[in-house]
């Protein structure tokens, strides 16, 4: 992992080769193709990995130290629930939160109720409000068994993301499920995941069908991420249908996603980098070329607010992030040749933005987005600074 400061190059990992390093031959194991779980494997040990002086960014919370890429050792060994329960089925659920008030309670009531019996979830804070810190305290009053990471800024969604997977390793969980504050979960949403990752593929990460919370519409049954289609709208390119008890897709929406644990972490988590949208997309791309496949199950369901694209509910965060991330997702997995498709595509679809913003008079969302453009050419990372408070 890397720092996720302002002004970060953005770099190649070992996606580039298309393959998982060295260190973690098959990190599925030999159950993930005799009808297994996955295999998980020891987390590293207190000593390893990096050290607060090694480079490594470093998360102060008060809730446990954590270190991007080597486990958090303050936070105590949560319980799986139910009698009998299996280690190698055991999943780690992390919801991160960041200023969801109502919202991210009603996330957090659907994953306390799922019936799936060998659970146990962490929460990553990324330093909200007051208010919904403290909305958040009294939620957890009466779930004692619900772990709070309390982070002491936003260090963005990627970078919690990766707290909560080095949470699941410290805990021996072959699975985690990474799920956003704005998603409900149907209660038997996890059973059905869990159900179809037990299967000789070699699925790396699965997830739902999404639907509208407010409207019921699909919203999707798998995306298609392909470096020829990074540019091209999701709506004209997803799957329209799911085959049961899963389909093997190309992409998957980030709201909840079931992931291999050691499998992710070996390829090096979430793009910190990014901060905020693409990391799934990037994620993703990155399995996919290790040789691993991912699947929908498409009697898993989760409720999601619905799309936010550019021009519906952006902000100049938003609008910066997703133009910036969009370039550096393209330059660290287009070869030249893809250029050919997606140059056109992507430049059409920035205009085509831009244009929607002018004839709304929405200055701060145009010069927003062409920052975006500029960092994104440049290949600058990081948590964007802005003149506002969006992403403090």
């Known amino acids: ?16 080769a298309g393959g998982v390093p060295e260190r973690a031959v098959d990190p599925l194991g030999s159950a993930g193709q005799s009808g297994g779980i996955g295999q998980c494997h020891p987390a590293a040990s207190p000593g390893a990995g990096a050290s607060a002086g090694s480079g490594r960014r470093r998360f102060a919370t008060d809730g446990g130290t954590f270190f991007t890429g080597r486990p958090c050792q303050t936070l105590s060994r949560c319980v799986p629930r139910g009698p009998g329960v299996n280690e190698a089925d055991f999943v780690v659920v992390c919801v991160v939160t960041w200023n969801g008030g109502e919202v991210a309670l009603h996330c957090l009531e659907s994953v306390v109720a799922q019936t799936y019996p060998n659970f146990c979830t ?38 919690a993301a990766n707290q909560g997977l080095e949470y699941a390793r410290t805990q021996g969980a ?3 499920l990474l799920v956003t504050q704005d998603t409900v979960l149907e209660p038997d949403a996890l059973n059905h995941l869990v159900d ?9 990460i699965a997830g739902p069908v999404v639907v509208d919370r407010g409207t019921g ?17 999701r709506r004209l390119v997803r799957y329209r249908r799911a085959d049961s008890p899963y389909r093997l897709v190309t992409g998957l929406v980030g709201c909840c996603l079931l992931l291999a644990t050691e ?18 997309v990037d994620l993703c791309l990155r399995v996919r070329a290790a040789g691993y496949r991912i699947a929908i199950v498409p009697a898993s369901c989760v409720y ?34 893809h250029w050919v498709v997606v140059g056109p595509s992507m430049t059409g679809l920035f205009l085509a933005t831009m244009l929607g913003f002018v004839l709304r008079r929405q200055w701060r969302l145009f010069g927003a987005l062409c920052r975006g453009i500029w960092m994104g050419v440049r290949g600058h990372g990081g948590k964007p600074r802005l003149p506002c408070s969006e992403c403090e």
């Open 174 to 176: 072959p699975w985690m």
């Open 1 to 16: 992992m890397r720092s996720s400061g302002a002004g970060r190059r953005f770099r190649g990992h070992a996606s580039r």
């Open 217 to 233: 519409q699909v919203l999707s049954l798998g995306e298609r991420t392909s470096p020829w289609l990074l540019a091209f709208p």
């Open 122 to 159: 962490v929460v990553v804070d990324n330093d909200s409000f007051p208010a919904d810190r403290e909305a958040l305290r009294t939620w957890s009053v009466a779930h004692p068994d619900v772990e709070i990471v309390w982070n002491s800024a936003n260090v963005g969604f990627a970078a």
């Open 196 to 204: 179809a990752v037990r299967g000789p593929e070699r699925i790396a």
């Open 304 to 337: 999601h607010d619905g799309w936010r694209g550019y021009l519906a509910g952006a902000t100049p965060t938003s609008a910066l992030l997703k133009a910036r991330n969009l370039l550096l997702v393209s330059r660290e997995h287009l070869r030249p040749w």
């Open 263 to 280: 499998l992710v972490h070996a390829l090096g988590g979430f793009r910190e980098e990014l901060f905020a949208y693409y990391e799934e």
